[in-house]
């Protein structure tokens, strides 16, 4: 397992720093910073999940919100 998350994450580790050199010699700085940081938060989301750690859902938050706003209009 653990050499299986190693391999994962030095692929995307390779595989942005490639395409990183890419976008910087296009002069795409800030492209190259939201790539890098999506890759970033992808390898580690990613290597929790092989792991086999329960990740909260984004959603759950915005379901907490809108199903308490529901409830108030459905009691009205």
Same mark, same amino acid.
Not at 48 to 63: D, E, F, W
């Given at each position: ?30 492209? =190259? %910073? &939201?790539? !890098?940081? /999506?890759?970033?938060? =992808? %390898? &580690?989301? !990613?290597? /929790? ?28």
């Amino acid at each position: 397992m653990i050499v299986q998350i190693m391999g994962y994450v030095l692929l995307l580790a390779v595989w942005s720093f490639v395409s990183i050199q890419a976008l910087l010699r296009k002069q795409q700085t800030k492209e =190259a %910073a &939201v790539y !890098g940081g /999506l890759m970033g938060v =992808a %390898a &580690v989301i !990613g290597s /929790l999940l092989m792991a086999g750690v329960n990740i909260a859902s984004v959603v759950s938050p915005y379901t907490f919100a809108f199903q308490s706003l529901g409830n108030m209009i459905l009691k009205k």
